[in-house]
């Protein structure tokens, strides 16, 4: 596993969760680092993605409510998930690839992690 996901769970709607991926070094550098989410019975769906150079994309549905970043530092890309609604229940991936964004155009996944919001 190349890229390793933490900080899911479950909280009230209303609430803040913040997601960890970290990965090897040459991901890192190489690669634009992304979160998409897969609720049930729906295809997976691109968060937000976040090139080197630092420009940032974000689904329509997540805009002002959930941003991502990285820390050059620890390899790591974050999301933090603040004003969560029970729409955003689903299974969050870390991905690496081109800034694209589509599922095809990424390389690496991690394992996913479980974010459940209650109403």
């Known amino acids: 596993v190349q890229l390793v996901e933490s900080g899911g769970g479950f909280v009230q709607a209303g609430g803040s969760l913040k997601l960890s991926c970290t990965t090897s070094q040459k991901i890192f550098v190489t690669n634009a680092l992304a979160w998409y989410r897969q609720a049930p019975g729906k295809q997976r769906e691109l968060v937000a993605i976040?090139?080197?150079?630092?420009?940032?994309k974000y689904a329509d549905s997540v805009k002002g409510r959930l941003t991502i970043s990285r820390d050059n530092a620890e390899n790591t890309v974050y999301l933090q998930m603040n004003n969560l609604n029970p729409e955003d229940t689903a299974v969050y991936y870390c991905?690496?690839?081109?800034?694209?964004?589509?599922?095809?155009?990424?390389?690496?996944w991690g394992q996913g992690t479980q974010v459940t919001v209650s109403s």
């Open positions: 991905a690496a690839g081109t800034y694209i964004g589509a599922v095809r155009s990424m390389n690496y």
């Open positions: 976040m090139d080197r150079d630092g420009r940032t």
